[in-house]
């Protein structure tokens, strides 16, 4: 019996807007609270988005090139393979599966949660509560949330058609209320200039240059998904020419939209009062336009956490996929629906390693190890832009070719000086990363490294 294929339904317009829902997400309305607390100066909380910004179209330039030379699902898994070797695609896999979109996919739905306790405080995810064998968190909040996780996994399964045009409607629907919520803000919003000058105490004890490097990985996890196209470049119609347009596009609209809103929290509330908050769209609406009109643009960001839940839950599946497929993953995950042409064992997995982590995980812990993971990873598929650029036949983008090796330096480097901060600040997390991937390197050489020796093996031969 022939396997069927993966369809090639995604156009330019969807894979675009993967990339924005991908993008838009629990970071851009969360991760401010923590930066106000450990950075302490307006100035400082806005120039890190513009920072992290610039590392992200850096990234995206590397990663058009290596798309278009590889158009396979699997992003990461299929660079790091060729760049590196399989144990490396393997171990990225392991780290996608959980930090890279179980990990986004458990926070955002936590984010739906936390945003709609500001109606409901029953449904905060972060109350203490009745706990299962001591970790697993039972209370209303983590139920809606793994809820939703479930949901959207049934949606995905049912065709990447059905998926792509509601990650359409989503986004088009997230961008027209930001845009309105950003008009409004400054045009009848009871906010203030002068708290764009306004210092407040730092929370952290580290220098500013330490923590500067450290709260990357916050801003990175903000713009985690700008690599969201190439993992589906095996879906997509002209992959070529969508996937460099769909990368660049999405994360740039999403930069811009990211320092306009951080302006617009700002402009409502000094840093003082931001510190610490998570719902903090939440609580800028409020202060901008009072209960009642707050509470309509506090239930649209809650809804706006729906696109990126979708986006994960169409994107993820397919590393888990590809691996199957290599022989790095349960076989049964590489099987498509014969009617749907869908993944469905991959996306159950991804649904339940998501639950889990919404039943045993906290908010900013998960954010940092994410945040390490995500980037570190980026950095070696980067790095492996060096190397595969050797290979006869290569095709150059003329944007890297022009500016190499500019461009990938740029991402390198700068990553580097993240992470080398975040393991002195964010010790446990970023060991945590470390062991994610550690982990997946004992199991691809116990079980898996002598099927993929063959295989490579009959390859060449």
Same mark, same amino acid.
């Given at each position: 019996?022939?396997?069927?294929?993966?369809?090639?339904?995604?156009?330019?317009?969807?894979?675009?807007?993967?990339?924005?829902?991908?993008?838009?997400?629990?970071?851009? &309305?969360?991760?401010?609270?923590?930066?106000?607390?450990? =950075? @302490?100066?307006?100035?400082?909380?806005?120039?890190?988005?513009?920072?992290?910004?610039?590392?992200?179209?850096?990234?995206? =330039?590397?990663?058009? #090139?290596?798309?278009?030379?590889?158009?396979?699902?699997?992003?990461?898994?299929?660079?790091?393979?060729?760049?590196?070797?399989?144990?490396?695609?393997?171990?990225?896999?392991?780290?996608?599966? =959980?930090?890279?979109?179980?990990?986004?996919?458990?926070?955002?739905?936590?984010?739906?949660?936390?945003?709609?306790?500001?109606?409901?405080?029953?449904?905060?995810?972060?109350?203490?509560?009745?706990?299962?064998?001591?970790?697993?968190?039972?209370?209303?909040?983590?139920?809606?949330?793994?809820?939703?996780?479930?949901?959207?996994?049934?949606?995905?399964?049912?065709?990447?058609?059905?998926?792509?045009?509601?990650?359409?409607?989503?986004?088009?629907?997230? =961008?027209?209320?930001? %845009?309105?919520?950003?008009?409004?803000?400054?045009?009848?919003?009871?906010?203030?200039?002068?708290?764009?000058? +306004?210092?407040?105490?730092?929370?952290?004890?580290?220098?500013?240059?330490?923590?500067?490097?450290?709260?990357?990985?916050?801003?990175?996890?903000?713009?985690?998904?700008?690599? !969201?196209? %190439?993992?589906?470049?095996?879906?997509?119609?002209?992959?070529?020419? *969508?996937?460099?347009?769909?990368?660049?596009?999405?994360?740039?609209?999403?930069?811009?939209?990211?320092? !306009?809103?951080?302006?617009?929290?700002?402009?409502?509330?000094?840093?003082?009062?931001?510190?610490?908050?998570?719902?903090?769209?939440?609580? /800028?609406?409020?202060?901008?336009?009072?209960?009642?009109?707050?509470? &309509?643009?506090?239930?649209?960001?809650?809804?706006?956490? &729906?696109?990126?839940?979708?986006?994960?839950?169409?994107?993820?599946?397919?590393?888990?996929?590809?691996?199957?497929?290599?022989?790095?993953?349960? #076989?049964? /995950?590489?099987?498509?629906?014969?009617?749907?042409?869908?993944?469905?064992?991959?996306?159950?997995?991804?649904?339940?390693?998501?639950?889990? +982590?919404?039943?045993?995980?906290?908010?900013?812990?998960?954010?940092?190890?994410?945040?390490? /993971?995500?980037?570190?990873? /980026?950095?070696? *598929?980067?790095? @492996?832009?060096?190397?595969?650029?050797?290979?006869?036949?290569?095709?150059?983008?003329?944007?890297?070719?022009?500016?190499?090796?500019?461009?990938?330096?740029?991402? +390198?480097?700068?990553?580097?000086?993240?992470?080398?901060?975040?393991?002195?600040?964010?010790?446990?997390?970023?060991?945590?990363?470390?062991?994610?991937?550690?982990?997946?390197?004992?199991?691809?050489?116990?079980?898996?490294?002598?099927?993929?020796?063959?295989?490579?093996?009959? !390859?060449?031969?």
């Amino acid at each position: 019996m022939n396997q069927p294929a993966l369809r090639k339904e995604l156009t330019l317009i969807a894979a675009t807007a993967l990339v924005v829902s991908n993008m838009i997400g629990t970071g851009i &309305f969360t991760t401010t609270g923590f930066l106000a607390g450990d =950075l @302490g100066r307006p100035s400082l909380v806005l120039g890190i988005w513009l920072v992290g910004a610039v590392m992200v179209l850096a990234g995206c =330039l590397s990663y058009a #090139e290596l798309g278009i030379n590889f158009p396979h699902s699997g992003g990461e898994y299929v660079y790091l393979r060729e760049a590196w070797g399989p144990a490396w695609g393997f171990m990225t896999g392991c780290v996608s599966f =959980l930090a890279g979109f179980s990990a986004p996919v458990a926070l955002s739905a936590m984010g739906f949660a936390e945003y709609l306790s500001t109606f409901y405080p029953a449904l905060r995810v972060s109350q203490e509560g009745p706990k299962v064998l001591g970790i697993l968190h039972i209370t209303p909040g983590p139920l809606l949330a793994i809820a939703l996780i479930v949901g959207f996994a049934f949606i995905n399964i049912l065709g990447v058609s059905l998926a792509g045009r509601l990650q359409s409607t989503l986004t088009v629907m997230t =961008l027209v209320v930001l %845009a309105l919520f950003l008009v409004l803000a400054f045009a009848i919003g009871d906010g203030h200039w002068q708290n764009l000058a +306004l210092e407040t105490a730092r929370a952290s004890r580290h220098s500013i240059p330490a923590q500067f490097a450290a709260s990357l990985v916050f801003v990175m996890f903000a713009y985690s998904g700008w690599n !969201a196209a %190439a993992y589906v470049a095996e879906e997509l119609k002209d992959p070529e020419r *969508a996937l460099p347009l769909a990368l660049l596009g999405g994360a740039g609209l999403v930069a811009l939209l990211y320092f !306009a809103l951080n302006v617009a929290f700002i402009y409502a509330l000094p840093l003082a009062s931001l510190k610490g908050v998570v719902p903090v769209g939440a609580t /800028a609406a409020r202060a901008l336009f009072g209960d009642r009109v707050g509470g &309509f643009f506090v239930i649209v960001m809650a809804l706006a956490l &729906f696109g990126c839940i979708s986006a994960m839950s169409l994107v993820g599946p397919r590393v888990t996929f590809a691996m199957a497929r290599d022989g790095a993953f349960f #076989e049964s /995950a590489a099987r498509l629906h014969p009617r749907w042409h869908t993944p469905v064992l991959a996306i159950l997995f991804q649904s339940a390693g998501a639950s889990v +982590l919404v039943l045993t995980g906290t908010f900013k812990a998960l954010i940092a190890y994410v945040g390490f /993971a995500l980037v570190l990873f /980026a950095s070696l *598929a980067t790095a @492996g832009l060096f190397r595969l650029r050797k290979r006869p036949g290569w095709k150059r983008t003329a944007a890297v070719n022009w500016w190499y090796p500019l461009v990938p330096m740029l991402f +390198l480097l700068s990553t580097t000086w993240m992470l080398i901060f975040s393991l002195t600040l964010y010790p446990k997390e970023s060991a945590l990363g470390l062991l994610t991937i550690a982990l997946g390197g004992v199991i691809y050489h116990l079980k898996y490294r002598k099927a993929a020796v063959a295989k490579e093996h009959v !390859a060449r031969e």
